[in-house]
């Protein structure tokens, strides 16, 4: 079946480490997104991609790293320069539309991050 | 950068009864959806809308692109229906989603 898969579910962070969070999709989309979300709030966009190999900041960029080598892949890096980073993660994707204009945003299920 | 505000913030409904959940935007977007979060962190697609009027079994959504708001309405809620319902919209073609903060949706028995 097609979807956005991400991985793991739960991770836990140790204090001046990194961690690296998975986004996989087999829609064929060209759009990934990076959203965080904190307890209560709406998500906030951290970092997107709308081709491979090109990436631009979103809102909350500082403290997080990504790399787009594959259409399909669009991994996270959670940095220890990243104060706060207990959150849970959520990556997206969307195919783009006639004169760049996106489609939907589909979103996987998400990676709870918490600090040890 | 756009603003998107959310009302009311919370719901509670009994099993059955109907609900209206607004979405105000303070600029034109050329997107806007509505999601549903589940209690396990799931986000739904519920509707991609940018104007019009769309239905999808008890659910439907109104957007009024030129007074800047949407509408999402629920009939016959169902206690599967609690969750939180957010509305997102993009301005411009930088394909940034903006979400609002949620509206906490409670359906008792």
């Known amino acids: 079946d097609g979807g956005i898969t991400q991985s793991p579910k739960y991770l836990f962070r140790k204090e001046g480490q990194n961690v690296t969070l998975s986004c996989e999709q087999n829609l064929n989309h060209d759009a990934m997104y990076w959203y965080r979300q904190d307890p209560g709030q709406g998500l906030r966009l951290i970092y997107y991609?709308?081709?491979?190999?090109?990436?631009q900041k979103g809102d909350i960029a500082e403290g997080y790293s990504v790399s787009r080598e594959k259409k399909e892949s669009f991994p996270l890096t959670v940095t220890s320069a990243q104060k706060n980073p207990t959150a849970f993660y959520l990556c997206a994707s969307s195919s783009r539309g006639r004169l760049y204009s996106n489609q939907p945003q589909h979103f996987g299920d998400g990676t709870r991050l918490s600090i040890l | 950068g756009i603003q998107v505000e959310q009302s009311p913030p919370d719901l509670i409904l009994q099993e059955g009864a109907n609900s209206t959940l607004r979405c105000n935007f303070s600029d034109s977007v050329n997107n806007l959806q509505w999601f549903h979060q589940n209690p396990w962190g799931q986000l739904i697609n519920l509707f991609y809308?940018?104007?019009g009027t769309k239905q999808n079994g008890r659910l439907s959504a109104t957007t009024v692109a030129t007074e800047r708001y949407s509408l999402l309405y629920i009939s016959s809620s169902q206690t599967t229906d609690s969750g939180v319902y957010f509305c997102a919209v993009e301005a411009g073609a930088n394909s940034k989603l903006t979400f609002g903060k949620g509206i906490t949706l409670s359906v008792r028995p």
């Open positions: 991609s709308q081709i491979v190999n090109d990436f």
């Open positions: 809308i940018p104007s």
